[in-house]
């Protein structure tokens, strides 16, 4: 399978842990996006990567959250301290980013319980 | 980027064709229509883009008027796998684009 992957799909965890979802994008994809989806509503949009560097982070994106690609291939996005409003789905796409359309393409998401 | 709107659902049968409206009257000049789909508790799936021309592939076919304010998208033999939300999506090409914006997308019911 030559698609984005994302581990694990699903994580249950408690109030104030940390958790860390990892996201290997297609294969020479030089751009990597980070969104959030939560029941009943499209993903939103969280950041990107082109290449190692991270170049826009949405406010959705408070300071218990970092999202790295140290060598522009994987991505982890990390959330500390978790709370209940961050349980959601977490979507990674991954594009090649050109002149004219750059078409993302999206894993199968992390789901995120947080109890 | 630019807003879309999209009826919030539709039904259509079986083996008919599905046409999916996207109204986005202030698309820009270098912006292109995007169309995913999103089954239920799976990430979203691309369908199919485009600019100013007429699209088809293998899941669809993307009409886009000419003064490029509204756009269809047509899953000529629809299944019941059809069933999903589609999403309508205008973004800027080349390395001034970046990320999606998603609106409301609209629950598409394929019935037997």
């Known amino acids: 399978d030559t698609g984005v992957s994302q581990d694990p799909r699903h994580k249950i965890t408690k109030r104030g842990q940390n958790v860390t979802f990892r996201c290997d994008p297609i294969?020479?994809?030089?751009?990597l996006y980070w969104y959030r989806q939560t029941l009943g509503q499209g993903p939103e949009f969280l950041t990107y990567?082109?290449?190692?560097?991270?170049?826009?982070k949405s406010r959705l994106l408070s300071d218990r959250f970092s999202a790295e690609r140290p060598k522009g291939s994987f991505s982890t996005l990390e959330i500390q301290r978790t709370e209940q409003g961050d349980s959601a789905m977490y979507l990674c796409?991954?594009?090649?980013?050109?002149?004219?359309?750059?078409?993302?393409?999206f894993g199968p998401g992390t789901r995120l319980l947080v109890l | 980027d630019a807003k879309t709107t999209q009826p919030p659902s539709m039904d259509c049968a079986e083996g008919r064709a599905a046409n999916l409206p996207c109204n986005h009257s202030t698309i820009s000049g270098n912006e292109y229509v995007y169309w995913y789909r999103q089954i239920h508790s799976q990430g979203p799936q691309y369908i199919i883009h485009g600019l100013k021309n007429n699209e088809t592939n293998e899941m669809a076919s993307l009409i886009i008027t000419e003064d490029r304010k509204s756009s269809t998208l047509i899953l000529p033999h629809a299944t019941l796998r059809d069933t999903a939300v589609y999403y309508c999506?205008?973004?800027?090409?080349?390395?001034?684009?970046?990320?999606?914006?998603f609106g409301g997308g609209t629950r598409v019911l394929v019935k037997p």
């Open positions: 796409a991954s594009s090649f980013m050109q002149t004219g359309a750059e078409t993302q393409y």
């Open positions: 294969s020479e994809h030089n751009r």
């Open positions: 999506i205008v973004r800027v090409g080349g390395a001034a684009g970046n990320k999606l914006t």
């Open positions: 990567f082109q290449n190692e560097a991270q170049l826009e």
